[in-house]
T-cell receptor
Framework: KAGVTQTPRYLIKTRGQQVTLSCSPI?????VSWYQQTPGQGLQFLFE???????NKGNFPGRFSGRQFSNSRSEMNVSTLELGDSALYLC???????????FGSGTRLTVV | QKEVEQNSGPLSVPEGAIASLNCTYS??????FFWYRQYSGKSPELIMF????GDKEDGRFTAQLNKASQYVSLLIRDSQPSDSATYLC????????????FGGGTRVLVKP
């Protein structure tokens, strides 16, 4: 079965712009989570969506937002990009949100 | 601040030996614990999860949990060069669903 699909794989944006990243979970998975990975901070939790509702939220500024659609696909948006937002953004999905999570390949965002 | 601590390594292990990885966490209310493996340039891959005190075995991997000591460990038996990767410990803090806090990871090098 298909894994977690993230698009695009790579993105270069200019400081001040906004960006939208997309995630298609494994078929049947209703929980979608987003993480940011950087060499300095490691993997950090952004938020989790379950049945179109944000169920958990990490400690990121309001410039980071997300949503989930009725087919469980999810998008995350970052507005007013800063250089420090350059990172690998990973999406993970699971059946009900309390077990193991499968990660997608990630979107590598570079802000210049 | 809920924290998860791991020794960054590298942990150098001869081929065929046992690799022992440790992880401590600060949130006493944590209920589920995960080990992920991440190869360089790839996304994390779930190895095991554990909820109850004691040992859980899956093939060459054994996870051990001691909630009283707030300690999780992973043993890799008969280590192979293909086990060379970074191993990430994650703890779920979410009252419902997913809110994983990851440790910084332990880099393991298995030498032939």
């Amino acid at each position: 079965k298909a894994g977690v699909t993230q698009t695009p794989r790579y993105l270069i944006k200019t400081r001040g712009q906004q960006v939208t990243l997309s995630c298609s979970p494994i078929s049947g998975h209703r929980s979608v989570s987003w993480y940011q990975q950087t060499p300095g901070q490691g993997l950090q939790f952004l938020f989790e969506y379950f049945s179109e509702t944000q169920r958990n939220k990490g400690n990121f500024p309001g410039r980071f937002s997300g949503r989930q659609f009725s087919n469980s696909r999810s998008e995350m948006n970052v507005s007013t990009l800063e250089l420090g937002d350059s990172a690998l953004y990973l999406c993970a999905s699971s059946l009900a949100g309390a077990g193991g999570y499968t990660f997608g390949s990630g979107t590598r965002l570079t802000v210049v | 601040q809920k924290e998860v601590e791991q020794n960054s390594g590298p942990l150098s292990v001869p081929e065929g030996a046992i690799a022992s990885l440790n992880c401590t966490y600060s949130d006493r209310g944590s209920q589920s614990f995960f080990w992920y493996r991440q190869y360089s340039g790839k996304s994390p891959e779930l190895i095991m999860f554990i909820y109850s005190n004691g040992d859980k075995e899956d093939g060459r991997f054994t996870a051990q949990l001691n909630k009283a000591s707030q300690y999780v460990s992973l043993l890799i038996r008969d280590s192979q060069p293909s086990d060379s990767a970074t191993y990430l410990c994650a703890v779920n803090h979410g009252a419902a669903g997913n809110k994983l806090t990851f440790g910084g990871g332990t880099r393991v090098l298995v030498k032939p």
